[in-house]
């Protein structure tokens, strides 16, 4: 008996002494506005896999302070209970060890640079119920791989994912209605991003320096950047950049938007669009032609296109018949009416030895592409051919094609 109860009253002890050792850990200040939550502001614990407790000597833990773990250098996970609602300002800035960041649904609000430069985290999960992202709350995380935002989201603060150079997959943009100023800037991994059509604002350089292959932009953004003067266009120098695919609904195109896109080929302005700005396709050295769908719009002072008199680089422009502003030149460049047509009614569309084909009339030498597609409520056209209308004619055909119910056919800009 001598022995054991030593080690009995001992066990005992530890038990008692061990929570509040871990609670001891973390310093904190009573919420004025309700005295029985807390705010962790700092935290002197040796650092490793941390979970932050509900509560400290009885009082409700309801958020993390500005720098209460900015710059702890040992902090490798952490684990943030459904008590907080709000993570705040530099929370764990330079916390360069940590690889895992556990959230609970319960937080609505992730503050500015909360995790910026947290260089080792890899991946994040932004749970369901965070609606705002400050500014820079994951700046130069450049080992961010992989980022989910979910639907809640409503706002994306500037520089929010800026300089995460390892970041490839963005699941979805939740329903963001303004994609902050530089909000992927220097993300060079982000090759692909739906922006979705809640979205009413894309700021300034936002994807300045992605490797974006193709966008589309929903019909809700109005403006594609800001007009300011002196701006960065939010898309200016993707230089990967192949296709461009903007929505009616879009009004402006502001200054320098797509500047420096070498790889742009073509791209498509419908008639929503009543003005471009100065430079919006500046420096568009691969283009080569550029399709409205509307009247002839209104033009920066400096003009959108490279000049064809004084550069190398100079698309052309084409225009609807029944559109009105357009002449045989337009800022500065050829235009010309887009007249070519499949004829329907000359005898020539139809089957004729296993072949179906059809006429294409139109300006001479025009060159266009021939596209066919199976759905036309949900299509996907795939080129099949491009052609020159030599002497303003052109007859297309392709095997039968057996095997589908049925086929439809458009023509596009090569």
């Known amino acids: 008996m001598q022995t054991v109860t030593p080690k009995g009253i001992f066990l005992g002890l530890l038990l008692f002494v061990t929570p509040a050792v871990v609670q001891g850990q973390?310093?904190?200040?009573?919420?004025?506005?309700?005295?029985?939550?807390?705010?962790?502001?700092?935290?002197?614990?040796?650092?490793?896999?941390?979970?932050?407790?509900?509560?400290?000597?009885?009082?409700?833990v309801a958020s993390i302070g500005s720098n209460a773990f900015c710059t702890n250098g040992s902090l490798t996970s952490v684990t943030i209970p459904d008590t907080i609602t709000s993570i705040g300002y530099e929370a764990f800035f330079f916390c360069t060890s940590l690889t895992n960041v556990t959230i609970s649904n319960s937080v609505t609000n992730i503050g500015y640079y909360s995790f910026g430069d947290c260089r080792n985290l890899t991946i994040m999960t932004i749970p369901e119920g965070v609606t705002t992202l400050g500014e820079g709350a994951f700046y130069a995380c450049i080992k961010l791989?992989?980022?989910?935002?979910?639907?809640?989201?409503?706002?994306?603060?500037?520089?929010?994912?800026a300089s995460c150079t390892s970041l490839t997959n963005v699941s979805s943009l939740g329903n963001v209605t303004s994609i902050g100023d530089y909000a992927f800037n220097d993300c060079s991994g982000l090759t692909k991003i739906t922006i979705p059509d809640t979205v009413t604002r894309i700021g300034d350089a936002a994807f300045v320096g992605t490797s974006l292959t193709n966008i589309t932009i929903p019909g809700s953004v109005t403006s594609i950047g800001d007009g300011s003067t002196g701006?960065?266009?939010?898309?200016?120098?993707?230089?990967?950049?192949?296709?461009?695919?903007?929505?009616?609904?879009?009004?402006?195109?502001?200054?320098?938007?797509?500047?420096?896109?070498?790889?742009?080929?073509?791209?498509?302005?419908?008639?929503?669009?009543?003005?471009?700005?100065?430079?919006?396709?500046?420096?568009?050295?691969?283009?080569?032609?550029?399709?409205?769908?509307?009247?002839?719009?209104?033009?920066?002072?400096?003009?959108?296109?490279?000049?064809?008199?004084?550069?190398?680089?100079?698309?052309t422009l084409y225009y609807l018949p029944g559109t009105t502003g357009w002449s045989s030149t337009f800022a500065g460049l050829t235009s010309v009416l887009w007249n070519?047509?499949?004829?329907?009614?000359?005898?020539?569309?139809?089957?004729?030895?296993?072949?179906?084909?059809?006429?294409?009339?139109?300006?001479?030498?025009?060159?266009?592409?021939?596209?066919?597609?199976?759905?036309?409520?949900?299509?996907?056209?795939?080129?099949?051919?491009?052609?020159?209308?030599?002497?303003?004619?052109?007859?297309?055909?392709?095997?039968?094609?057996?095997?589908?119910?049925?086929?439809?056919?458009?023509?596009a800009l090569p």
């Open 26 to 60: 973390f310093g904190y200040m009573t919420n004025a506005d309700n005295t029985n939550t807390i705010t962790i502001t700092n935290y002197s614990g040796p650092g490793g896999a941390v979970t932050i407790p509900t509560n400290i000597n009885g009082l409700t």
């Open 145 to 161: 791989r992989s980022v989910t935002i979910p639907g809640s989201v409503a706002s994306m603060g500037n520089y929010v994912f």
């Open 231 to 315: 701006g960065t266009g939010p898309f200016c120098g993707c230089t990967s950049l192949i296709t461009v695919s903007i929505a009616s609904g879009v009004i402006n195109i502001e200054e320098d938007a797509f500047d420096g896109c070498t790889s742009l080929a073509n791209v498509t302005i419908p008639a929503s669009v009543t003005s471009i700005g100065s430079y919006a396709f500046y420096d568009c050295t691969g283009m080569a032609g550029v399709y409205f769908a509307g009247n002839a719009p209104g033009l920066g002072s400096d003009g959108p296109f490279a000049d064809g008199s004084y550069y190398d680089h100079h698309p």
């Open 340 to 411: 070519p047509l499949i004829e329907a009614g000359d005898g020539s569309l139809g089957v004729s030895n296993n072949q179906f084909g059809f006429n294409i009339t139109g300006t001479n030498n025009f060159t266009v592409v021939v596209e066919a597609c199976t759905n036309l409520g949900n299509p996907v056209w795939t080129p099949l051919q491009t052609v020159t209308l030599i002497n303003g004619s052109f007859y297309f055909s392709e095997p039968l094609q057996t095997n589908i119910a049925c086929r439809f056919y458009s023509l």
